[in-house]
């Protein structure tokens, strides 16, 4: 069957763990390939980053989630081997996965470190039909780059998602629209993207388990109890595309930054302080390389490892760390439920301008020049004096750093990370 649009959907199998496997395998010249052992990328086991972030195949038969206390997965099997993250290494694998796609697209949005959508449409009268190009194009990252992926094709980015999702790894899906009743509709509803645990409780609670039934469902009983979000996941149930809920979500063409947070933050007033702290480092970042930005995001991941960002486009492009923070704030409020225990929260910024020029507003003119200058003064006081020497009054005496997320650390690198944390869940819109 001929399909208008070709989506991809790349994403690496176990990225983290894959890549370091891969990086000692071919380039150190060790013999153990870490991917045929049980082994584990984890943070510090002191601290409270001391939890799994990517595992093996043996790993995963021995029980260990991902998310889980590296103390635990120790338990489970006491000849693991574990190994510590190295961000770098991260980012530069993934640029070069994102190169090789490169070379066969220009339309390539990179949705995590480890993810990406490529469009091939056209691509299905060349190479042999659409699914020997795609394997091929997972057997040449394999070839050049010692690691694999999953590849779902599909007809837009929902569907070549939840494809690239089926049986791991090394293998390639499709999900074309006539599929969707055989090969999606008999999954969990929790398969689906952008389901998450409160979602799940709420759909059990209305008779539906499968992603067929929600599809089938009526919509205004699901809007009457999950609101807006009910229509989006029907809509997704049924195949609709993301778009615009996902919008270029996290580009490396950005500058983002997430932290764990000290103690499970509970309090609204908490969480801002994070996200002012956030948004210092950022901002500065911003400022140093001399640019602007027009669109921020905010990422949340909560206590049970479920993770959701929303974002916002801003009215201008801007340096100025209030303004980011305002957006910050106005995200986050939209995102924020009471019975939110949050563990990690991220602020990202994207749509970088080089030559940008404030559209201003009658009755802001003044006082962002103001904080220009302003920010301007603190970041050459910081440069000479450390980063110690100015800090915000509210930042006095409280546990919450006032420069959060790694301004002078190795993780300066412009790409959020810890995103194989959780299933992922985008709750993303233009202009709100
Ligand atoms: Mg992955």
Known sequence: MKHERIIFHIDVNSAFLAWTAAYKKNILGEELDLRDVASIVGGSQESRHGIVLAKSAKAKAAGIHTGEAIVAARQKCPNLIVVPPDYHLYVSASRALMEILHRYTDEVTQYSIDEAWAEFTGFDRLYGGIVTFANDLKNEIKRELGFTVNIGVSTNRLLSKMAGDFKKPDLVHTLFPEEIPKKMWPLPVDNLFFVGTATVKKLHMLGIYTIGELANADLNILKSHLKNHGEVIWNYANGNDLIPYVYQHISN?????????????????????????????????????????????????????????????????????????????????????PTLIIRQLGVHTSHVAVDGVRQYNLFDKDRFDKLEQYHKAIDSIRRKYGEDSVQRACFLGGKISHLSGGLDKERRTGVTLGLDLAKEQEVSGRGM
């Open 253 to 337: 063409k950005g500058y983002g930054n997430s932290i764990t947070t000290p103690a499970d933050v509970v309090e609204i007033s908490q969480a801002k302080q994070v996200l002012l702290s956030l948004t210092e480092t950022v901002a500065t970042r911003i400022r140093m390389d001399q640019v602007k930005i027009s669109c921020v995001s905010v990422s949340i991941t909560t206590s049970s490892f479920e993770r959701s960002s929303m974002q916002m486009q801003l009215k201008t492009v801007t340096d100025v760390t209030e303004e980011i923070y305002l957006a910050a704030c106005e995200i986050f409020d939209r995102m924020y439920e």
